[in-house]
């Protein structure tokens, strides 16, 4: 990785979503990879992404407690007003 | 169908896409949603040097194998035999190689740069013993570009997967 090709910590972490999606360009998907490969913190911080994106495709409305539900909504609530 | 190589994790995990590869069978790049959206992913010996990890695999590529920048991409692949001359041992041995070329450039160093290339090179001996090869093939690289430009790093990197190719009996870079 050249210097001009750098990626931060901070800008693979707003990249993320994209590069999971497969909409990045090719040469920011190299970027985001180089990255990966040289830092721990991020290798692990794309396996936790890829683990909750597993784990959250496979529930369901019914999955949820009522309290849970009412938490989540809560919260969903407080962050619009917010 | 070309034969090429493929790093990955301990047990054989792909470092990008998390996916546990089976030995000896064809997957499918497309087909599999745990793997990259765009097919599936190998190196030339000359691209090594950018993606090491703990394991080495050689793999066969088949159906529209085209180049990219620094790797292969077709829609299926298949691992066939572990590289089993990449150890923890190798892996160090590579990672002194880059740490003493870094060391040499910083002791040679005159003017602006020096500053800097004292930082790589002290970054190199303290990750050398861990066998951190990708890292340190980095950071040798890094030296390599502030010294002597684009050109520098370019031959930075050929010397890695030069080494790489002699020490591992891979094909040539």
């Known amino acids: 990785m050249l210097i001009s090709e750098d990626l931060t910590c901070q800008e693979l972490v707003e990249l993320v979503t994209e590069y999971l999606e497969g909409t990045l360009r090719p040469k920011d998907r190299d970027r985001f990879e180089q990255h990966v490969v040289l830092c721990d913190g991020c290798a692990y911080y794309l396996d936790q992404m890829r683990t909750m994106i597993a784990l959250t495709d496979s529930l369901t409305e019914e999955s949820i407690t009522p309290e849970a539900r009412e938490s989540l909504l809560h919260v969903f609530r407080e962050w619009k007003g917010g | ?173």
């Open chain 2, 1 to 173: 169908m070309v034969r090429a190589y493929k790093c990955l994790r301990p047990g054989r995990i792909g470092p990008f896409s998390g996916y546990r590869w089976p030995v000896g069978v064809w997957v499918e790049g497309g087909g599999n949603a745990a793997l990259c959206l765009r097919g599936i992913h190998a190196c030339r010996t000359e691209d090594l040097p950018y993606w090491l990890t703990q394991e080495l695999w050689e793999i066969e590529l088949d159906d529209d194998v085209r180049r990219e920048h620094r790797k292969l991409v077709a829609n299926r692949g298949r691992i066939e035999r572990r590289i089993e001359a990449w150890t923890r041992a190798s892996a160090a041995g590579f990672a002194e190689g880059c740490a003493a070329r870094t060391e040499q450039r910083a002791m040679q160093a005159r003017g602006e740069q020096a500053g800097r290339l004292a930082e790589l090179a002290a970054d190199a001996a303290a990750n050398a013993a861990k066998g951190e090869a990708a890292l340190l093939g980095f950071i040798a690289a890094r030296a390599a570009e502030l010294d002597s430009g684009t050109e520098g790093y370019a031959d930075e990197r050929r010397a890695q997967a030069n080494w790489l190719a002699s020490e591992l009996g891979l094909e040539a870079a």
